[in-house]
Each structure stands twice: as structure tokens, then as C-alpha cells.
């Protein structure tokens, strides 16, 4: 790139700001060289690596799931087809299990141990009272290491409300069966599903007040940061000065859609109440949530983010694609061929979304990389098969090159009750954060460089 000769390098930590708001910027090459990941232990990456890690709840139709061949040769199955265009950055991995979600003598409540058990691979003290216990999660025994170096040190989000009290399934409290993220053993991080106070939250830093001032006279956040945008363009090369337009039409653009999601009424669905203040299409609500957690990796706001799709036990109907029944009552499908048909057809939508985020992150370039080559994509749920409530081989895909540490593009199938923790521990080693142990992790998963 040909610099302006008055260009000076720009500090990674380089921000736009104006009446309260601080907009971090992606990375330009007036920053300085992004060095790749190398094998040589002794060279450091300058684009960090992140990871996110997305939940979808009731298991999956299992058939349509597993790719048949093992290694880089196998074919995508039907559930997993809209993910051709980033095959060659998956990891499909059979096997794994989250022996914590079993009942272990506690009786009836798969749904709630199976998303609290998740990430922790804890069992979770059964209680519907205050008295809640389950174990540290993998994001946030990255984020206490590693989350003093962004603004955010871990991103929550989710596309449905859940009760932090209150008893959800079979005497396990509520906060088991909608929350992924435990702090502590006793302290859940609840999730955000409200795009707009995502979106404030990743670049508003003026008390509430300036922020209703800035609400009442409806302007961008882009025109609170025109004056310091105008100054910082002069010192660009083309190509960033390309870049950073490209990244405030993002910015503007989710904008503009949560002001219309703002004006539009509610879907009104059976046996779900769709949150006031987001979008009232539950796909253009998924997407918003991706979108914004592309921006805020973009900008190096987090490197640590999950995202809860629908919570565990969900009984939401999915009419706009032509199944409008609830997913909860579908999968216990006592092997009706129907009922898996409309099963299959819930789990291709949320696979969609799933390849709309990864290719959203394939395009944004960093380097001589993406920006899904900087980071890593743990996709899944803790129930195998929602009739039989088993937890052992696992839906799990994994996407990203963490940095060049993960040798993607295959199916790896492993051994039997091979621990889901050994898996996020594996993660955690690429995110420059080490613990001796998660929950009934035994090590880490061989096979994946």
C-alpha cells in the first residue's frame, strides 16, 4: 500500500470518540504488519485469536447430522450442506460427550444440566432456589486471563429471555436451562438478547444521560466521530481509507436495522412471547446478534464471546419455515418419521445461520488472513438425540484456523466418552490461557494440528 509521505503508524489501540462514544477501529495497514501463526514457537502473533462459542438447544436429527467418511474426504450430510462455501475451515468431530449432563443419580432435568453442563463440564447442584452451583465456564476461564487486554473481556448474547429463578425442568432452577456463561461455580453471566443494548454496550461509554440526548436527537454514532473520522482518513492509504468505509457501513447498517426493528410489532406466535426491542423475525434477530459479533472481533472490542441461538428445552415453533410446532414437544419423537422430517428442517435453519456468521467473518480480511482465520467457531448442543436425552457423541462443529493452529476441513471421529472439556481445553491452549483442569476435562483432543 502506498502510504501518504505525512502518514505516521497508527497504535492498534487507535480510537474514533465524540459525546460519549468510543469507536475502536479494525485493523489497517497504518498499523503495522499482522503477522501470521507460525509452528516456530518463539514467533508471536500480532492478530489475536478468538473464539466463540454458539448453543442450539433439543440435540439434533443425527442422520442428517454425521458426515459417513472420517478424514479431509468426507461429504457434507444434509444438515450440515449451507456450510460448503467455509468447508475447507471445519471440523467436524464425532465422539465427544458431556458426561456432566447425565443424571448421575439426580433423576429427570437433561435440558437444564445439558446447557449448564456445557462449557463447565460440571454437574449442576440441583435446586430450583437461590442455592445454584455448576462450575467455571471455558469462555470465562479465557476471559479472566486473557480479557484485560480488550475493552469487553467476554461478549454474552441470545436470541431468547430466561428466568434467573424459578424452577424450568424437573427442580432445576431456570438459570441452568438458559444460561451458558458461569463466572464461578455460583455466579451465571445472564445473556444478552436486546441487539440495541449490545450495540451501546460495544460503543457507548457516556452515562445514560448522554445517551438519551443522544437518542432524542437520532443521529448515528457515525456523526458523533465525524470530526476525529475526517482527520484520521487523511492519514490513510487508499486501501484503508476502503477498509474503514467498509466497516462504518456495518456499523450503520445495524444501526438502521435496529431502529427498524424498534418500530415493528411483535410476531405473534403460539406458546411464545417474542421479546419487545428486537427484531421481530427470529432470523433477522440471529443475524443482527452475528453481526454485531463480527464488529466487536473486528474492532478487537472482545476476543471472547457465546451465543445461546434458543434455550435449552425451547419450545419455540418455527412457522416460517413451515413447522409450527414446538421444537421441544418435536424431538421427543418417538421415532415418527414426521416429527424428524420437521426436526431435520429446524436444525438446517440454525445451521444457516451458523454459515451466515462464518461467512460474514471469512470476508472480513486481516492480513494476509480473514478474519475467521483468526479465530475459532465451537457450534453445537449438549443433547445427542432430544427423544433419548443421551449426551454421548455429540453434535459438534468447529470452524476457524485458530491463527493456524487447527488443521481443518475433516471429519475426526473419536473414541467413546472421550470428555467435551478435553475439546475446550484444547481451545483455551490457542487463546493463550491455560488451566490444569475443566470440570472432568482429562487433557486435551489429539488429531486437531
Known amino acids: 500500500m502506498s502510504m501518504p509521505t505525512h502518514a505516521r503508524e497508527l497504535s ?10 468510543s469507536l ?13 501463526w507460525s509452528e516456530d514457537a518463539a514467533s508471536k502473533t500480532v492478530a489475536p485469536n478468538r473464539l466463540a462459542i454458539l448453543y442450539v438447544p433439543n440435540g439434533k436429527h443425527m442422520a442428517d447430522w454425521t458426515p459417513a467418511q472420517e478424514g479431509a474426504d468426507f461429504e457434507l450430510p444434509p444438515t450440515l450442506a449451507p456450510l460448503a462455501p467455509v ?6 468431530l464425532s465422539g465427544l460427550t458431556a458426561d456432566k449432563a447425565r443424571p448421575h443419580g439426580d433423576g429427570g432435568g437433561d435440558h437444564a444440566r445439558a446447557l449448564a453442563a456445557f462449557l463447565t463440564g460440571s454437574q449442576p447442584y440441583k435446586t430450583d432456589g437461590t442455592n445454584i452451583r455448576a462450575g467455571v465456564s471455558v469462555d470465562q ?6 480479557g484485560d487486554r480488550t475493552r469487553l473481556a467476554s461478549l454474552e448474547l441470545g436470541c431468547e429471555h430466561g428466568s434467573m429463578a424459578g424452577n424450568c ?9 438458559s444460561t451458558m456463561s458461569w463466572m464461578s461455580p455460583t455466579q451465571p453471566l445472564p445473556k444478552e438478547v436486546n441487539p440495541k443494548l449490545v450495540f451501546e454496550r460495544l460503543f457507548a461509554t457516556a452515562p445514560d444521560a448522554r445517551r438519551a440526548e443522544r437518542n432524542a436527537r437520532r443521529k448515528s454514532i457515525l456523526d458523533y466521530v465525524r470530526e476525529d473520522t475526517a482527520g484520521l482518513s487523511q492519514r490513510l492509504g487508499s486501501n484503508d481509507v476502503r477498509k474503514l468505509d467498509e466497516y462504518f457501513t456495518s ?5 438502521l436495522r435496529i431502529e427498524r426493528a424498534e418500530k415493528l410489532p411483535p410476531v405473534k406466535t403460539p406458546d411464545y412471547a417474542v421479546p419487545t426491542g428486537v427484531p421481530a423475525a427470529y432470523d433477522e434477530h440471529i443475524r443482527v446478534m452475528c453481526d454485531l459479533m463480527v464488529l466487536a472481533f473486528q474492532a478487537d472490542l472482545t476476543r471472547v464471546a457465546t451465543f445461546v441461538l434458543a434455550n435449552e428445552g425451547s419450545n419455540k415453533p418455527y412457522p416460517f419455515i413451515d413447522v409450527p410446532d414446538g421444537h421441544h414437544d418435536l424431538s421427543h419423537h418417538g421415532g415418527d418419521a414426521a416429527k424428524q422430517a420437521k426436526i431435520q428442517k429446524i436444525n438446517l435453519f440454525h445451521t444457516q445461520q451458523l454459515a451466515y456468521l462464518l461467512e460474514k467473518m471469512e470476508a472480513v480480511t486481516e492480513g494476509d488472513g480473514t478474519l475467521l482465520d483468526h479465530a475459532t467457531v465451537a457450534y453445537g448442543s449438549g443433547i445427542h438425540d432430544g427423544n433419548a436425552h443421551n449426551h454421548d457423541n455429540l453434535p459438534i462443529v468447529v470452524a476457524g484456523a485458530g491463527c493456524g493452529t487447527l488443521k481443518t476441513g475433516r471429519h475426526v471421529r473419536y473414541p467413546k466418552e472421550t470428555p467435551l472439556t478435553n475439546l475446550w481445553m484444547s481451545l483455551l491452549n490457542r487463546m493463550d490461557a491455560t488451566v490444569e483442569k475443566l470440570g472432568d476435562s482429562t487433557g486435551t483432543l489429539p488429531d486437531l494440528v
Open 12 to 21: 492498534r489501540r487507535t480510537m474514533l470518540r465524540g459525546l460519549g462514544i
Open 24 to 36: 475502536s477501529l479494525p485493523w489497517l495497514e497504518a498499523m503495522g504488519p499482522m503477522t501470521a
Open 87 to 92: 468447508k475447507n475451515k471445519l471440523l467436524v
Open 141 to 146: 476461564a479465557a476471559a479472566a486471563q486473557i
Open 169 to 177: 425442568d424437573s427442580g432445576y432452577s431456570c438459570v441452568y436451562s
Open 251 to 255: 456499523i450503520r447498517d445495524i444501526e
